[in-house]
């Protein structure tokens, strides 16, 4: 029995014009509201063009006996990726980290459908290359995660970074301990811990801000860094744990003591674990790492 052929998942998300139309439903519609505040739709309209015209380009360059998907990027939680699928994210570099956390192992390409206009950190082929990077002698850069696990099993994993705190981004109260015991009751604006492909994004502009900040890792060395934002210091918290690294058999250990508290990951607030009054989180180096087609 011969097995199957190999599946290519095509990942994009909405353009701006599909946002556009989804609010006021059609294009003269859209195109007023955009000229009532000095925009022209023309300029969605053209990215519009260039995300289908990569999408079209993209397919056209699997083998036609493969199989193949094609997912937004608001359903991948709710998609289940096969341990043979081949992850085409087309869009802005941040697309890599949406997908990121649903893969196990699986090679994802990053394509760009506006060159000059995304960083191509993540995304860094052109659509025409997808025939000669579908071939088996890939070579895969391997990157660091960061995963985010309850005391009641439940994990979360990230690419750039995990954020621990309220859900409306109000203080947080919590207990913050350190690898080794060192310990501290805080009240903040949450917790950033960070890879270093996160290094390029959120990380990079809490370091701006932040004097005595730790070096942040490279892309593939196995530690992550976080940061407390804006501790308050009172007299039932303090401030004086605010920055640090992880190596990959250390954990940061996080206790809640408010309402409302959550993690998630890479900007996907939707996609999130809350915790309780009580509960744990332990924060570090994940097992899993992204294969980035490179």
Not at 167 to 172: D, F, G, K, P, R
Request: charged share 25%; glycine share 10%; proline share 6%.
């Amino acid at each position: 029995m011969s097995s199957l052929a190999p599946r290519v998942v095509l990942v994009s998300r909405r353009s701006e014009l599909d946002e556009l139309l989804a609010r006021h439903g059609t294009r003269a519609a859209a195109d007023y509201y955009l000229r009532q505040r000095g925009r022209d739709l023309d300029e969605v309209a053209g990215r519009h063009a260039a995300l289908r015209q990569a999408l079209t380009v993209v397919g056209s360059g699997i083998p036609a006996d493969w199989r193949r998907g094609h997912i937004d990027r608001e359903d991948l939680p709710r998609f289940l990726f096969g341990p043979e699928d081949i992850v085409v994210a087309v869009g802005p570099d941040g697309l890599v980290a949406n997908v990121a956390k649903y893969l196990d192992g699986q090679p994802v390409i990053g394509v760009d459908p506006e060159p000059g206009r995304n960083p191509g950190v993540l995304v860094r082929h052109a659509p025409e290359a997808i025939p000669r990077l579908l071939q088996k002698n890939r070579n895969l850069e391997r990157r660091t995660m960061v995963s985010a696990k309850l005391d009641d099993g439940q994990e979360l994993l990230g690419l750039n970074e995990v954020y621990f705190g309220h859900v409306s981004h109000q203080s947080a109260r919590y207990t913050l301990r350190k690898p080794g015991g060192e310990h501290e009751r805080q009240s903040s604006s949450g917790v950033v811990v960070g890879t270093g492909t996160g290094a390029t994004g959120w990380c990079s502009s809490i370091v701006l801000d932040r004097k005595g900040a730790p070096e942040l890792p490279e892309p593939q060395a196995a530690a992550v860094c976080w940061f407390v934002r804006e501790a308050w210091p009172s007299p039932a918290t303090g401030a004086t744990l605010t920055s640090g690294q992880l190596r990959e058999d250390e954990r940061l250990e996080l206790g809640c003591e408010g309402e409302r508290l959550v993690v998630f990951a890479d900007g996907l607030e939707g996609d999130r674990l809350e915790l309780a009054w009580g509960q744990r989180v332990s924060i570090g180096v994940a097992e899993r790492r992204l294969n980035l087609v490179v």
